[in-house]
């Protein structure tokens, strides 16, 4: 009677598996190692059921930092980079790990705090009167710090207005090493000043005592680059389908796609891929 | 605001994205309970009837594995099974298949201890008539986990609590893709980062109203069969 | 193949069990062979269980040897025991009998019909069905018997089979005892019951202390007991 029961569970297990391993073997579908602003924005909600009605083909979307999208495309864990840290990227690609980078899209960086605002900049074009403002008065500020593209956004910005974050920062200024929902989460919750992707922050819903400080500068500019991973480093590479993506997001139907996708009423992001990669 | 609607509407309604969730939730950890049944109740029993060197170090190992950290466990088996790993060319990273593997390997030492427990204290009481009708080794580990089938459920129960509540590994190891590796706790996850709150907390509730369901029958088997079988 | 091996005589030559410092049998030497039931008598703690269970192979001498027809592997073929208290397997009275029978090496396709007949020979054909922890201390008792039974032994050990069983269900033991005993099995059994000893006896070994004190044929030993302490215990003294 056991040995009858641990060959129908058995059974059962083998045919579970089976049938998710050749659902996974047989199929037309990609890994994109992207960042949580264009996952949690919705944008890929939008994209995705397009290019699959024209492509055929699933996009498997990881949703990570920059930093960390871009290490598990290092380790040949996703065929396509989608991400936005422009530095990092050329590095990535440098090092033979993509094929080549393109720009895709841009949206912007947007300051955000509380509406009492304790630093008093809100109205401000200046991100980086604003940034220095926060640092005097010591308001509370969120950081990503978990290697993003925000992340690495953010300390530049820091290092423009002359702060040397490293060397300054106090318990004012908290490293949570989180996604930007969880950092949006935290700064409502301890009122406190962080940068985040406009994309993010609009699709938001907790948003609280909060709103944005300080928007519109022209260094707060956050360009996506889209990199193919280099097939010659790792043959699982699915390079015709990637790059079907890939081109299909700069070509004149995709740009039209990213810049129809709005919530509220307010575009998300601006379509620039004209200067056909770097 | 379109979207302020709650897990409950979503019931409601018979989401279709919802429970494509929920099912891939169940047939991930139940087959993650029924591989790591499979591997750990023989092998507690093993342990349980077994005397060698070293062995009460295996045992404290086994108890205090009980607590491994899932993330820990979802990175161990993301270095396994990523392309840059030795099990890369397998190709199953960010698949259900690498979540079933993860909640196997952070169950496994769940069902195997409290296994060797329960057979330990069977065998106490078995012993003799077991000796005395000359039953072999293999005989007498399926004749215990059997006569312990009611207390294994517990185990099993344990076993299936942690796989369907753990976060971590199947984070690391599915990714949370939307459609294909997101289950009910990646999709919590999610959604608390996305600041939809209610949402999330929605989630969770039908998470836990889901184990609790599942704890219930499983426990109504258990007193029904018990009554069968003495 | 079976019927080849057998576990007559039961030789103990020489036999001591010591745990740590205390002596639970000293220097026992005696046969079983086939006939008439032995019944082991003596007050508590004389060592009449330790002494049935090195008989079936439980346990292992300190010192001396134990024999079964001439092996001393204490592998159980022909012999079977039967507990004060039985473990009921957690399944039904016809299972726990088919379970022994496997073990005994009857192949799949008779359990069924000697499971049957076996019940039948214990008087329980009407609870084949009933899960065998239901049953009630008598019926537990008689379903042990019947999976020892189903072993097909030449001697069977019980050691206080009804020692906590009503006057009826005792009676029902000692019937299925007695008829295994006339079907030819060697019957040893520890009884701390002078009724029972008169019932069921051919002969009785009587202990103290670990020691075997007189060994002789029933009603020899229940009229004219050779040594003072057989007979203090017939009279009902406490012998210390």
Known sequence: MASRFASFASALVFGVL????????????????????????????????????????????????????????????????????????????????????????????????????????????????????????????????????????????????????????????????????????????????????????????????????????????????????????????????????????????????????????????????????? | MSDQFSAWQLILNGDAALFAIVRLSLAVSLSAVALAAMIGMPLGALIALTRFPGRSVLVVLLNAMMGLPPVVVGLAVYLLLSRSGPLGSMGILFTPTAMIIAQTILIVPIIAALTRQTIEDLWAEYRDELTAMDVSRTGRMATLLWDARFSLLTALLAGFGRAAAEVGAVMIVGGNIDGFTRTMTTAVALETSKGNLPLAMGLGLVLVAIVLAINAAAWGTRIWSERQAG | MRATVSDLPLVLDGVSLQVGATTILAGLSLSITPGAPTLIVGPNGSGKTSLLRLMMGLAAPTAGRVSWGGRTGSKPVRRAILFQRPVMLRRTAAANVAYALSQAGTPRNERAGRAAALLERVGLSDLGQRPARKLSGGEQQRLALARALARDPEILLLDEPTASLDPAATRGVEEIVLMAAQSGIKIVMASHDLGQVRRLAGEVMFMVRGSLRERAAAADFLDRPSTPEATAFLRGDLVI
């Open chain 1, 18 to 278: 089976a049938g998710l391993v050749s659902a996974g073997a047989q199929d037309r579908s990609i890994v994109v190692a992207s960042t949580t602003s264009t996952q949690d924005s919705g944008l890929f909600g939008y994209l995705l059921p397009l290019f699959k009605a024209k492509a055929n083909i699933d996009v498997k979307v990881i949703a990570q930092g920059t930093g960390q999208a871009l290490d598990t495309a290092r380790r040949g864990d996703a065929d396509v980079v989608f991400v936005h840290a422009k530095s990092q990227e050329e590095k990535f690609v440098a090092d033979g790990f993509g094929v080549k980078r393109f720009d895709v899209m841009y949206n912007d960086f947007v300051l955000i705090g509380p509406k009492s605002d304790p630093a008093g900049i809100k109205g401000t074009k200046d991100i980086v009167a604003g940034l220095k403002a926060i640092q005097a008065k010591a308001a509370p500020f969120v950081s990503r710090g978990d290697k993003s593209g925000t992340h690495s956004a953010e300390l530049a910005l820091w290092k423009v207005a002359g702060v040397d974050i490293a060397a300054t920062k106090g318990p004012w200024y908290r490293e949570i090493g989180q996604g930007m929902g969880p950092a949006l989460n935290t700064a409502g919750a301890m009122n406190g000043y962080v940068l985040a992707d406009r994309g993010t922050w609009i699709s938001f819903k907790n948003r609280g005592d909060l709103a944005i400080a300080v928007e519109g500068d022209r260094r707060l500019f956050n360009q996506y680059g889209l990199i193919l991973v280099n097939p010659e480093k790792f043959p699982s590479v699915k390079k015709e389908f990637g790059q079907a993506f890939i081109d299909w997001l700069i070509s004149t139907d995709g740009q039209a796609a990213i810049a129809a996708y709005q919530i509220d009423g307010q575009q998300l992001f601006f379509p620039n891929a004209e200067k056909k990669g770097s």
